[in-house]
């Protein structure tokens, strides 16, 4: 395989819309398009192919004498013109193989990515922690680019971001934006942080929440008068709260939620689901502002349980349940029924408000 083969795959992938490629050994270029795992009706990759294409990633300019590939490594890779892709190269059974994520070089907007447009309220949060939450492939990184996106084009600030690997580059704006890839520029998460602190920011973006002392160093920096934004893989507000808390020791975990009730500003978790017509994705998206009474139950376990029920009843402050956007969205023919049911936290509450048509826990 040589450079202009897999850049074709590559443009390919682009072209029909894929978020995934996938190369390894046996199997012929496989794309993830609109959610599907779609096989190119091409010859199978051998294992020289795919160690060809792992060279070119990780060594665009040749591969140095006695190179030795790791058995896993995260990487950005661009191709000028066509995108840019976090990719992580993998073995399997004597082989290499590659997953490489589709990352645009234009950030998209709140509109573009139908995003509720209390995200774009949420971002104009200047101290705390802001979590976007949601499985992998559920469009946490676009939403954030977006909101830092916003950041940049809108306001004077220092936004500092720490990804691993870094994913979407940012443009010229009223801001002074820092990017800061682990493993290149920076050894850990932890130390990335500690470092920002140090470097006059007002927004600190880390790319994920991977342990306890991640988790520490940003409440600090909420704590200090920065705004943090990250993400979680947690389905919703709830299980978020849960996550978060449950990163440290027993002891410390009423310090933790005391902490968060009063730091935390935001949940944004989200779920890419098929659109009815057929044309791709669309995010349903629950949004959690911390009022008094949601920080009141952050800040008492036994009350934790009443934070769904309390994002129901706050669409006057921009909140909304995965039930209710799913709600919406069928009323307004982007998903269907089925699709809204299979995703639904209380499937068949859902289905009694699309009868009924209309949804009591709104009042």
Known sequence: MN?????????????????????????????????????ARLDRLSAEDTRNIAGMVLHPDGEPAGFEFPR???RSFSVQGLARFRVNVLRQRGSLGLVMRVIPFEVRDFSQLNLPSVVQTITSARQGLILVTGATGNGKSSTIAAMLEHMNRNDRLHIVT???????????GKSVLIQREVGVDTETFQTAVRAALRQDPDVI???????????????????????????LHTPDAVRTIGRLVGMFPVDEQLSVRGRLADNLRAVISQRLLPRQDGAGLIPAVETMMVTLSVAESIRDAQKTGQIRKLIEQGRVQGMQSFDQ????????????????????????????VLMLGSDERQA
């Open 205 to 231: 973006m880390v790319g994920e929440l991977r342990d306890r002392e991640t988790a520490e160093i940003c409440l600090k920096a909420a704590e200090t008068g920065h705004l943090v934004v990250t993400s």
């Open 162 to 172: 720490i990804e691993d690997p870094i994913e979407f580059v940012f443009g010229d």
């Open 325 to 352: 956007h799913l709600v919406e969205l069928v009323r307004g023919q982007l998903i269907s029924a089925d699709v809204a049911k299979a995703n639904a936290s209380s499937p068949a509450d859902l289905e009694r």
């Open 3 to 39: 450079r202009d083969a897999f850049n074709n795959l590559l443009a390919l992938g682009v072209r029909k819309g894929a978020s995934d490629i996938h190369f390894e050994a046996g199997y012929p270029p496989v794309y993830r398009i609109h959610g599907e795992l779609l096989s």
């Open 72 to 74: 896993e490594i995260d």
